[in-house]
């Protein structure tokens, strides 16, 4: 049903792709962000909650939305969306043709949030499933502990006098740390890549507490403030506005501790909008397919688990990237109005490539700790 071409994962009887990273003439979209979403399609087909994210940051595209668990069809293809769970509008694909059913789940988290749908398992024959945190280290504490954390962390920077630079993911992550706020501690402030996507997830009905652009902020309430950033403003002039503060960085790698050294930052909080590894597991096993397809991240460690349980499994190798790394500096220091910040050295070191290399260190080092006779990496221990 689903093959890989050099433009993307290909519908065979549909003739269409999903997620494409090459111009198509018709594409499925799965969520907005911009390893999945791109430029150049001719037609795109996509959840109705994530229309106004697409077109935000697509600009004027020709785009059909499809509710949730609607069905159209193409060239004898049965389409339905269905909620990943991810971000605002993320969905996975249902294909159904000649009896068979393929479910291609984009990227997603089992565990709910308020900004968006929560995952829906659809039964299939076949599941394509990403596993970007597909190793057995990585188990991700309840969100509602982390949002304490974050608040504690800002709480104690107000009473100090220090602002709190939070980086993370300026679409998605972003807008779910703003959820668990408490914005009694003092102002909100974001990037100006971050406010515009607060503005799209206004208008889809997802409450947010108050947010300012720095603007429009006292010099004097700055030190009492959260700022929400994108990772790249950590090391450029527009967070020297800021003076004494103290930063943060939200990300699921922030797991492993050469992660959070790499960073340079205060504090690491583990946030991901990725399902962990047995949020994966639960995920492939309510769908009840029999074969799964496993997609960027840690394929061969996943496929491999997979078949020693019993799995029709194999991978696929795709072009998608790290959602968790995006740089946004171009477009928020557009709508702050100043000048594009030069490149940052430690942003630029927080590649793909190093987080893969990060990934595959730590799948190393669990297959070291079941096998006793193996000495295990000091740094791989603590993470």
Known sequence: MVVVRREGLYCVPGGFYIDPWRPVERAVITHGHGDHARVGHGHYLAAEPGIGILRQRLGDISVQGLAYGETTEHNGVRISLHPAGHVLGSSQVRLECGGEVWVASGDYK???????APFEPVRCHTFITESTFGLPIYRWEPQQQTFDDINAWWRRNAEQGRASLMLCYAFGKAQR???GLDP??????CHGAVEPLNRVYRTAGVPLPPTRMVSEVDKADLKRAIVIAPPSAGGSPWARRFGDFS???ASGWMLLRGARRRRGVDRGFVLSDHADWPGLMSAIRATGAERVVVTHGSIPVMVRWLCQNGYDAKGF???????????????????????????????????VREDAEAARAAGTAD???QEPEQEEPEEDRDA
């Open 177 to 179: 740390i703003l959820s």
């Open 367 to 369: 297959r070291q700790r």
């Open 317 to 351: 190798d795709t072009e998608y990237g790290d959602d968790e790394a995006e740089d946004a500096a171009a477009a928020g220091a557009a709508a702050e109005g100043v000048a594009p910040p030069e490149p940052d050295p430690v942003a630029q070191r927080w590649a």
């Open 184 to 189: 009694s501690i003092g102002p909100i402030v």
């Open 247 to 249: 930063d943060a960085f």
């Open 110 to 116: 089992v565990e709910g949030d308020a900004t968006c």
